[in-house]
């Protein structure tokens, strides 16, 4: 290929995309000088007052307690290991928070779609009045009302679950038994082979237009593996129920009052925009699909199996993974009910150290990564559920 000729320089220099690259590199390089200068400037200050910079106060005793815990803490353990205990309490409930947020929220948005007038109405008022309520404010009603509920002596009983009271919900469980962690393994196998199994299906039917009748395949699959290992390990079943004993309750599983409050705010909040996420989805869909399918005398089954869902969820997932991010974020209001997640341990490590820039770097690379991660599984996600044409 002949090279340009000299006088075809000028040209190249001053063509559009030249432009646009040169302006990009000059605009980067100025943010980057920006943003060295900015922390010179900060370290130099920091230096001047006699506050000391890094991260070497990681390894020190934290000698501070922390009530809820998901690992073994005590307060001569390094401030290290009082951030990962933040950072899975802040999973922990993020976790569940997406999943009742998730539950309710699309329960809530197909009563937004109901002929049923009342049911419609009911989902309305649930929209309306908890997406119009700041989340910090929800957080901080159901911690008012969780601690006005009876002491342990007056518990609210639960049938044989469990009870409810001013310390929070307190469960009957499985007791513990190494058969159930095989057989929780065994259910994570199912579900992974499960995928897999369904995925190569679709393959089969989009590429070459085999239909492979996998559903009942999946099913004996996702319940009999698991149940096979259960019988394996001795059918454990013994349960763990909780006695009063003194002042409160022993045994069993108990969720704490300020994880109830945060985890119902934020997942309530969340739940409000997740129907109308729902509801919008639905609605997408157009009505010659929903009338062709009913002419080709399919159940309402495999109308919304078939038909609804896939062209839903196209509408859907890339708002519903907005929504997760965002209920990721709004753990952090936990500092105002005491819950210990991270930005209310980072709270406290900056008080006794000092170290607020470091602690704060921290928490906004943590945020990150749990916002870019969320993000990452929500796009896999999409590109599952998006329809192929052949």
């Given amino acids: 290929m002949p090279l340009p000729a000299a006088g ?10 030249t432009r646009a690259w040169c302006y990009q590199i000059l605009l980067a390089l100025l943010l980057a000088l920006f943003a060295w200068w900015l922390y010179s400037n900060v370290v130099d200050n920091m230096r001047n007052q006699r506050i000391t910079t890094g991260f070497a106060f990681l390894a020190q005793s934290a000698q501070f307690a922390i009530g809820e815990t998901l690992i073994d803490y005590t307060p001569r353990d390094s401030y290290a290991r009082a951030i990962l205990v933040g950072l899975l309490n802040t999973l922990y409930v993020t976790v569940c928070g997406i ?9 809530v948005g197909l009563g937004r779609v109901s002929k049923n007038w009342l049911l419609v109405k009911l989902a309305e008022v649930y929209v309306e009045l908890l997406r119009n309520v700041p989340v910090i404010l929800q ?5 008012v009302v969780i601690r006005n509920l009876p002491s342990p002596r007056a518990a609210i009983e639960l049938a044989d679950i469990g009870f409810l009271t001013n310390r929070g919900l307190t469960l009957t469980v499985l007791q513990a038994h190494d058969g159930w962690l095989w057989t929780g393994a065994a259910l994570l196998v199912a579900l992974v082979l499960s995928i897999a199994l369904s995925a190569l299906a679709r393959h089969q039917r ?6 492979w009748p996998v559903a009942r395949l999946r099913l004996a699959l996702i319940i009999g593996l698991p149940l096979l290992v259960w019988l394996i390990c001795g059918a454990p079943h013994e ?7 003194g002042f409160n309750f022993r045994g069993g599983f108990t969720v704490s009052p300020e994880f109830t409050a945060l985890l119902l705010g934020i997942a309530l909040y969340s739940s409000a925009f997740i129907a109308e996420i729902v509801r919008a989805g639905i609605q997408s869909v157009p009505k010659g699909q929903l009338e062709a399918a009913r002419s080709l005398s399919l159940s309402p089954w495999h109308v919304v199996r078939h038909v609804v869902i896939p062209q839903a969820m196209r509408v859907m997932v890339p708002s519903l993974a907005s929504q997760y991010v965002s209920l990721a974020k709004n753990s952090s209001i936990a500092v105002v009910v005491g819950y210990p997640e991270l930005a209310n341990i980072s709270n406290t490590l900056m008080n006794q150290t000092g170290q607020a820039l470091e602690a704060i770097a921290i928490m906004m690379v943590v945020y990150l990564l749990i916002s870019g991660t969320t993000s990452l599984l929500m796009n896999l996600f999409n590109r599952y559920v998006a329809i192929h044409e052949r």
């Avoid at 999943?99 to 329960?107: D, N, P, R």
């Fill in 8 to 17: 075809n320089a000028p040209a190249l220099l001053g063509s559009k995309t």
């Fill in 99 to 107: 999943v009742l947020a998730t539950v309710l929220g699309v329960l």
């Fill in 139 to 143: 957080v901080i009603f159901w911690s």
């Fill in 206 to 211: 989009e590429q070459r237009g085999r239909i």
């Fill in 239 to 245: 349960l763990n129920r909780p006695t009063l004993r």
